[in-house]
């Protein structure tokens, strides 16, 4: 199964969007696999935006990144790399259609809500960067039922 890293950046913590963010992609049939807030490292935030590190704005992308709080999510399901990017919008809000993340919340290309993985293999790089394995659920399970969390088991309703 495809997985992404999604992260709500500060500004989105700030404003209160994580539960509105979660809903959009639970709605859209993902399975969430681990989450969790925390603070990037500057040793985190360099590693996670290296391709960018000659490009004139790094170091304020660092210093945004990491300024506060972040909920960083782990989800998993079909096409999920091109298909959350689709949900995400243009990087620039300005390109960003309505009803899109950014397009719907996001005013500046420097505070744009919501970070997601451009290929399969940077969510590979990205989820090892702030995930241990033990942190994530492994297989597959049924969206809308509920599963223990100890046997990966879905709980009979
Ligand atoms: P991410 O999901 O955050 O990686 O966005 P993206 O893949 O749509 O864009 P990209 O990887 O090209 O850029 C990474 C991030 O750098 C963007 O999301 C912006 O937050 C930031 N960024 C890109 N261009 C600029 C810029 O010109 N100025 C500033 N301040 N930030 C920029
Ligand atoms: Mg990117």
Same mark, same amino acid.
């Given at each position: 199964?495809?997985?992404? *890293?999604?992260? @709500?950046?500060?500004?989105?913590?700030?404003?209160? !969007?994580?539960?509105? !963010?979660?809903?959009?992609?639970?709605?859209?049939?993902?399975?969430?696999?681990?989450?969790? &807030? /925390?603070? !990037?490292?500057? #040793?985190?935030? #360099?590693?996670?935006?290296?391709?960018?590190?000659?490009?004139?704005? /790094?170091?304020?992308?660092?210093?945004?990144?990491?300024? $506060?709080?972040?909920?960083?999510?782990?989800?998993?399901?079909?096409?999920? @790399?091109?298909?959350?990017?689709?949900? &995400?919008?243009?990087?620039?809000?300005?390109?960003?259609?309505? $009803?899109?993340?950014?397009?719907? *919340?996001? !005013? =500046?290309? $420097?505070? =744009?809500?919501?970070?997601?993985?451009?290929?399969?293999?940077?969510?590979?790089?990205?989820?090892?960067? /702030?995930?241990?394995?033990?942190?994530?659920?492994? $297989?597959? *399970?049924? @969206?809308?039922?509920?599963?223990?969390? @100890?046997?990966?088991?879905?709980?009979?309703?």
């Amino acid at each position: 199964m495809e997985k992404t *890293y999604l992260m @709500v950046k500060p500004d989105g913590v700030q404003r209160h !969007l994580i539960g509105k !963010l979660v809903q959009r992609f639970e709605e859209k049939g993902f399975q969430l696999i681990g989450a969790k &807030m /925390f603070r !990037l490292t500057r #040793e985190q935030a #360099e590693y996670h935006y290296e391709e960018h590190k000659d490009k004139p704005f /790094f170091g304020e992308l660092v210093a945004f990144i990491t300024s $506060g709080p972040v909920f960083g999510m782990v989800w998993q399901g079909d096409n999920i @790399v091109a298909l959350s990017r689709a949900m &995400m919008g243009k990087t620039n809000p300005l390109d960003a259609a309505p $009803g899109t993340i950014r397009g719907d *919340y996001a !005013l =500046n290309t $420097g505070n =744009n809500i919501i970070h997601g993985s451009d290929s399969p293999q940077s969510a590979d790089r990205e989820i090892s960067n /702030f995930f241990r394995p033990e942190e994530l659920m492994t $297989g597959d *399970y049924p @969206v809308g039922l509920p599963l223990n969390t @100890v046997t990966d088991k879905v709980i009979p309703v």
